[in-house]
């Protein structure tokens, strides 16, 4: 492996065929200095749907690497970038529905893997089952229809009655007219895919500059790049009893290469705790 790895005027191979390039692309160029290409013949849904026609068999690393892998066998030794997203409840947030974005980088030359994600509710993610037309437009209204499209469907587990990518009243309603029509009632729902999505195209975008970030960044012992935070230490003490909170008091950036770490200061900026968040003060 060289000493010094550079991404400056070498290639990077944006998988996929939902447009995510539009976002990825202008951060990764100015950033990295790198020239970016797209390979939306290569069929990523093969891997899996957000609708649910082809089912999701692997983990999100997993996917990931094989779009990557899929690429390189046509354009090795590149730099290959992959994003998937997936949508649902937020893991901590009650009642509140979250995306997901995870991005891949891998470098086949220098045999590099970067990472980055992005948990947040920023997202237009819904679905339901609609029996009128009241119902119909109520849910496009609170899904930013027609500027996010929807998809129509018999029923929530049915795929062979589906359309997707609808962007129009007219066709929303004619759709849905001969879903009630045929079944007596539709499954409607939002469009996830990138391109149909500007919310969620607009958080692929947020993750692409954390992943340029990262490979941006260099370990000041070896130069080596990807020098991230890898981890983070609770701590902060209480401003009013000085107990240490499960508050974050230091982020860790560490070297994948050499093992050099240092410590950062967490976003937040707080020097001490407010006492509502002590277990000690407000147990």
Wanted: proline share 5%; hydrophobic share 35%; aromatic share 6%.
């Amino acid at each position: 492996m060289p000493e010094q790895i550079s991404f400056a005027g070498r290639t990077m191979v944006i998988v996929g065929k939902h447009k995510k390039e539009r976002v990825i692309a202008p951060i990764m160029e100015k950033v990295l200095g790198v020239t970016c290409i797209t390979v939306p013949e290569i069929d990523t849904d093969l891997l899996g749907t957000f609708s649910g026609e082809i089912e999701r068999t692997n983990d999100v690393i997993t996917t990931l690497r094989k779009k990557c892998d899929l690429a390189a066998e046509k354009y090795p030794g590149h730099l290959i970038v992959a994003s998937e997203g997936s949508f649902g409840m937020h893991p901590v947030v009650p009642l509140a529905h979250a995306d997901d974005e995870v991005m891949l980088c891998v470098d086949y030359t220098n045999q590099l893997e970067f990472f980055a994600r992005k948990l947040t509710t920023v997202t237009n993610f819904n679905a339901q089952e609609i029996h009128s037309v009241k119902n119909l437009m109520h849910f496009a209204i609170k899904a930013q229809f027609p500027q996010h499209a929807l998809i129509l469907r018999r029923s929530k587990t049915d795929n062979t009655h589906i359309t997707k990518g609808i962007q129009d009243e007219t066709t929303l309603r004619e759709v849905y007219q001969q879903l009630r029509a045929r079944f007596g009632q539709a499954y409607i729902e939002t469009d996830m895919r990138a391109l149909f999505n500007p919310t969620r195209m607009k958080v692929i975008g947020e993750v692409a500059e954390e992943l340029a970030g990262k490979m941006n960044s260099r370990c000041p012992v070896c130069t080596h790049p990807g020098f991230s935070v890898q981890d983070a230490v609770s701590g902060l003490p209480c401003g009013l009893c000085g107990t240490p909170t499960q508050t974050t008091q230091h982020l860790v950036l560490r070297c994948t290469h050499c093992g050099h770490s240092a410590l950062k200061a967490p976003l937040h900026g707080k020097k001490v705790e407010d006492p509502q968040f002590c277990d000690f003060c407000n147990p």
